[in-house]
C-alpha cells in the first residue's frame, strides 16, 4: 500500500492516511498505532484529507473527482461532492461551514458542509 495523504484530528487521537492503491483510506489510533478502521468508497487514488476541527468529519478527496465526508467513527459517509476534474487538495474553513477542494483544472469549489 502506498499512503499519499495524511491527517491528525485535532484532538490528537486519530491519524488518517489516502492510499494510492486500494482506493481507501485507513484510520489508525495515534497512541497505539493500532489500524482502527479502512474507509472505502473511491474509484481512484486519495490524493488529500483534511479534517473539520468543529464536527469531527474527515473530508476525502480523490482522483475520481469526488470529496467524501466521513464520520470515522461510524464507517459512513455523509455526504460525496462531485467536480469536474480530480481533486488535488482541500480544507474546511476554521468554524466547519464550508469545505474547499482545489481541482487539477486550476478551478477551487466551495461546498456548504
Known amino acids: 500500500v502506498q499512503l499519499v495523504s495524511l491527517a491528525v484530528d485535532s484532538s490528537g487521537e486519530v ?7 486500494p482506493f481507501e483510506v485507513y484510520v489508525w489510533a495515534l497512541q497505539t498505532g493500532k489500524l482502527l478502521d479502512i474507509l472505502s468508497g473511491h474509484q481512484g487514488p486519495v490524493s488529500c484529507l483534511s479534517f473539520d476541527s468543529v464536527s469531527g468529519h474527515l473530508a476525502s478527496g480523490s482522483w475520481d473527482k469526488t470529496v467524501k465526508v466521513w464520520d470515522v467513527y461510524r464507517n459512513e459517509v455523509q455526504e460525496t461532492f462531485e467536480h469536474p476534474s ?5 480544507s474546511f474553513r476554521p468554524d466547519g461551514k464550508q469545505l474547499c477542494a482545489g481541482t487539477l483544472q486550476g478551478m477551487l469549489h466551495l461546498w456548504e458542509v
Open 15 to 21: 491519524v488518517c492516511a489516502g492510499s494510492m492503491e
Open 86 to 90: 480530480e481533486v488535488l487538495c482541500l
